[in-house]
């Protein structure tokens, strides 16, 4: 069975690629647009504005050195707003109520503890909608963190207020992330849906001029033509959308962030997409409605999941929304990625969520075409 879906996967990339669509639609125009993007409105991310959150649960000398160096810090003007939080639990609701992107913690005895030569606690909130200031939160806290085990900070707490505590030098440089990765990311999550969906529309088109019937009076399983063309869909809109991931870092000279995690991002994208478009071809009747319905879904959820605008520029309702798209979960993972540098595992949750996407819409898809094209 291997070698009939090799050749009906051939057929169509070498149909693909002599029409020119496959050139155009996976690689020109995502590129092009990403790039005219990137030159006319990129540069830093504009919500380099952060609130984080700090509760003291200590009540001492240390918490409120550190609060009042860090609000006078010249680096963070303008950028960073601190707000004195009451517990924890008003902490937890604030982020994720949205009230403030992060939250530091310092423990009860704090202050006590690291005078002492011991390490303190000190803990941070994070939520994934916010991921600039959970980058701020967390790189005070492990700044924070490297002084008390260096005993910087227990020596400064024995000798007095003589040197200012500098907690560190640039915390939002791990948070910036340039809007060519915003664009980069949107055009290569927008024309994925693009690129699978001409390969399921071409079953529409067969089918209206007689060849799917052919083909299926042949020796052929009745899921061997949707195989083929959903293997090239898959594999020409993977090409895309790592072709314009590779020219946004030339050209910008910029970072999408860990390319394992990046790359399984991506996979996990267009097999999102090559599911949804799937389940598209599988409900309409022309090749005509396919464009019309295709080209709907795609833009809004284009626009909507942040390939067309960056999410933290949307209302917040919109911003809920986003993550009811694969492409506010491939936005928000690749934002992710690109702003702390982590790696596969905080990429985790948008990738299972966009696989169950996949699984979701896929099984349905089956379900229309062995009504519809394969009945």
């Given at each position: 069975m291997m070698r009939p879906l090799l050749t009906v996967s051939a057929l169509e990339l070498r149909t693909r690629l002599r029409d020119g669509t496959a050139l155009i639609i996976a690689v020109i125009v995502p590129v092009a647009l990403a790039t005219l993007f990137g030159l006319a409105l990129g540069g830093d991310d504009p919500p380099l504005r952060a609130t984080v959150g700090v509760v003291d649960l200590d009540r001492g000398r240390l918490p409120a050195d550190v609060r009042r160096e860090i609000a006078a810090a010249e680096q963070f003007k303008g950028v960073l707003t601190l707000r004195d939080l009451p517990s924890e639990q008003a902490a937890r609701r604030a982020v994720d109520d949205g009230g403030v992107g992060a939250a530091i913690v310092f423990g009860r005895d704090f202050s006590r503890t690291v005078g002492a030569g011991g390490s303190g606690q000190v803990s941070v909130l994070t939520t994934p909608e916010s991921p600039l200031a959970g980058v701020v939160a967390r790189s005070l806290v492990e700044r924070i963190a490297v002084?008390?085990?260096?005993?910087?900070?227990?020596?400064?707490?024995?000798?007095?207020?003589?040197?200012?505590?500098?907690?560190?030098?640039?915390?939002?440089?791990?948070?910036?992330?340039?809007?060519?990765?915003?664009?980069?990311?949107?055009?290569?999550?927008?024309?994925?849906?693009?690129?699978?969906?001409?390969?399921?529309?071409?079953?529409?088109?067969?089918?209206?001029?007689?060849?799917?019937?052919?083909?299926?009076?042949?020796?052929?399983?009745?899921?061997?033509?949707?195989?083929?063309?959903?293997?090239?869909?898959?594999?020409?809109a993977l090409f895309g959308v790592c072709v314009t991931w590779a020219s946004s870092t030339l050209i910008f000279g910029t970072t999408w962030g860990d390319p394992v995690a990046v790359f399984a991002v991506l996979c996990a994208h267009v097999l999102a997409a090559a599911a949804i478009t799937m389940l598209v071809a599988s409900r309409v009747k022309t090749d005509a409605q396919a464009d019309g319905v295709i080209m709907a879904v795609s833009f809004v959820a284009a626009f909507f999941g942040g390939s067309l605008v960056p999410i933290p520029n949307l209302p917040d309702a919109l911003q809920a929304v986003a993550l009811f798209t694969p492409n506010g979960w491939t936005s928000h993972a690749l934002v992710g990625l690109a702003g702390s540098g982590d790696g596969l595992s905080s990429v985790a949750l948008p990738i299972g969520v966009l696989c169950a996407i996949a699984l979701t819409a896929g099984g349905l898809a089956a379900m229309g075409l062995k009504k519809g094209l394969l009945g």
């Open positions: 002084m008390v085990e260096s005993r910087a900070l227990t020596e400064r707490f024995a000798a007095g207020p003589a040197e200012p505590l500098s907690v560190v030098s640039d915390p939002l440089a791990g948070g910036k992330v340039d809007l060519s990765v915003y664009y980069g990311s949107g055009m290569a999550a927008l024309f994925a849906f693009f690129v699978v969906g001409a390969s399921f529309r071409s079953l529409l088109t067969e089918r209206k001029l007689g060849t799917l019937n052919r083909m299926r009076a042949g020796p052929l399983a009745p899921w061997v033509p949707v195989a083929g063309k959903a293997i090239v869909g898959f594999a020409l």
